[in-house]
């Protein structure tokens, strides 16, 4: 498995929660990396994108709620995730997108880990 996701569970709104995700050192020394998202019935969608130098952008819904960053130690990159609402509620998956939206990703999708948000 070259990038795993965890930390997903449930949780309140406005409550928060941090993702993690392992990736090999290859992939993780060399690779842009992004999370995404999938809500019950819905697309796959982008939300937030570190390149290896660090610069970050992120899908509008998460803008100023949500911090994608690295851990140059542990080979994982993380999702800081605040201010939670149930629109949030997704599998989130980590991949190495090869294109700025997204849109296409260099390996095939893991489970990812569930975040609920509910009251």
């Known amino acids: 498995v070259q990038l795993q996701a965890s930390g997903g569970g449930s949780v309140q709104p406005g409550d928060s929660l941090r993702l993690s995700c392992s990736v090999s050192?290859?992939?993780?020394?060399?690779?842009?990396l992004a999370w995404f998202r999938q809500a019950p019935g819905k697309q796959r969608e982008f939300v937030a994108r570190?390149?290896?130098?660090?610069?970050?952008n992120y899908a509008d819904s998460v803008k100023g709620r949500f911090t994608i960053s690295r851990d140059n130690v542990e080979n994982t990159i993380l999702l800081q995730m605040n201010s939670l609402i149930p629109e949030d509620t997704a599998v989130y998956l980590c991949?190495?997108?090869?294109?700025?939206?997204?849109?296409?990703?260099?390996?095939?999708w893991g489970q990812g880990t569930l975040v609920t948000v509910s009251s």
């Open positions: 570190i390149t290896i130098g660090g610069t970050t």
């Open positions: 050192g290859r992939i993780f020394r060399s690779s842009d």
């Open positions: 991949n190495m997108p090869l294109d700025y939206a997204g849109s296409f990703v260099r390996f095939p």
